[in-house]
């Protein structure tokens, strides 16, 4: 069975602009999470899509926003970038989400902006 | 935000029995203890997880102690290739569901 994939790897963006990211889950996996990794805050929860719904949100300004497809396939888009958006941003996805589900994580999109 | 403890880092000789412990006091009753491990630049990776019960795969062993206050991860054999953070990890309260809450995690150095 495949893993979860992320496009691009690595993506080098302006301040300003704004970037799109995409995330193939395990095939079954109907729950995928997006999370931020930086050296200074560690690894953050963004947000989680469930059968295309936002099911959980973490802290993080609206310039962050996602969603899901009827494929499970998701994206996350960061607009307005700021030089603080650099960052390792990994995507999980589980069969459900819940409690007793293990999350699969990609190998995760390097975001650099300039 | 759930809380776990877990000393920053640890060595380990190649071959022994690497064990990390993770405190865990405000886990409530119905709280899967996870643990996940993350090697330089890579994506988190899924070890184990628990809620009352010892358990065993194929990676490793998670003892949790019968008040649920503590859980140790027990790799039996570590090799070089298990250094790596691992993160201690519960999902508290109800709906956050997907929801992973990474502390700062165990630097385990797994030395010849």
């Known amino acids: 069975k495949a893993g979860v994939t992320q496009t691009p790897r690595y993506l080098i963006k302006t301040r300003g602009q704004q970037v799109t990211l995409s995330c193939s889950p395990i095939?079954?996996?109907?729950?995928v999470s997006w999370y931020q990794q930086t050296p200074g805050q560690g690894l953050q929860f963004l947000f989680e899509?469930?059968?295309?719904?936002?099911?959980n949100k973490g802290n993080f300004p609206g310039r962050f926003s996602g969603r899901q497809f009827s494929n499970s396939r998701s994206e996350m888009n960061v607009s307005t970038l700021e030089l603080g958006d650099s960052a390792l941003y990994l995507c999980?996805?589980?069969?459900?989400?819940?409690?007793?589900?293990?999350?699969?994580f990609g190998p995760g999109t390097r975001l650099t902006v300039t | 935000d759930a809380k776990t403890t877990q000393p920053p880092s640890m060595d380990c000789a190649e071959g022994r029995a690497a064990n990390l412990p993770c405190n865990h006091s405000?886990?409530?009753?119905?709280?899967?203890v996870y643990w996940y491990r993350q090697i330089h630049s890579q994506g988190p990776q899924y070890i184990i997880h628990?809620?009352?019960n010892n358990e065993t795969n194929e990676m490793a062993s998670l003892i949790i102690t019968e008040d649920r206050k503590s859980s140790t991860l027990i790799l039996p054999h570590a090799t070089l290739r298990d250094t790596a953070v691992y993160y201690c990890?519960?999902?508290?309260?109800?709906?956050?569901?997907?929801?992973?809450?990474f502390g700062q995690g165990t630097t385990l150095q797994v030395k010849p």
């Open positions: 990890i519960f999902l508290h309260g109800s709906g956050n569901t997907g929801k992973l809450i």
């Open positions: 405000t886990i409530s009753g119905n709280e899967y």
């Open positions: 095939s079954g996996h109907r729950s």
């Open positions: 628990g809620l009352k």
């Open positions: 899509y469930f059968s295309e719904t936002q099911r």
């Open positions: 999980a996805s589980s069969l459900g989400g819940g409690r007793d589900y293990e999350q699969y």
